[in-house]
Nanobody, 121 residues
Framework: QVQLVESGGGLVQAGGSLRLSCVAS????????MGWYRQAPGKQRELVAA???????NYADSVKGRFTISRDNAMNTVYLQMNSLKPEDTAVYYC???????????????WGQGTQVTVSS
């Protein structure tokens, strides 16, 4: 069984910073890509940032230059450093991982429970 547990959300004023963390635990053989998604009320879930096991990154245009994704492969952890936060960044942020629980099997997608980020104006 695999669990993704996020932490680091909260309330911050516009222009402030937050750092989200997500730890994957359980029966894990290898983790491919990890990422962060967000979902604001009444909107679809969208990709914020993703990172491969080799460190290649991808960002949504709306967060480029403000957010930085990183990971610690040894700790099965992914981070999202969020700077210059804006009210429109308010959403529930979800951790995602594509991982294998056994060798020679396809990767599967796993999700965390989500952490609320609220940016006040």
């Amino acid at each position: 069984q695999v669990q993704l547990v996020e932490s680091g959300g909260g309330l911050v004023q516009a222009g402030g910073s937050l750092r989200l963390s997500c730890v994957a635990s359980g029966t894990i053989f290898s983790i491919n890509a990890m990422g962060w998604y967000r979902q604001a009320p009444g909107k679809q879930r969208e990709l914020v940032a993703a990172i491969t096991s080799g460190g290649l990154t991808n960002y949504a245009d709306s967060v480029k230059g403000r957010f930085t994704i990183s990971r610690d492969n040894a700790m099965n952890t992914v981070y999202l450093q969020m700077n210059s936060l804006k009210p429109e960044d308010t959403a529930v942020y979800y951790c995602n991982a594509d991982l294998q629980t056994r060798g020679f099997t396809p990767g599967k997608n796993y999700w965390g429970q989500g952490t609320q980020v609220t940016v006040s104006s």
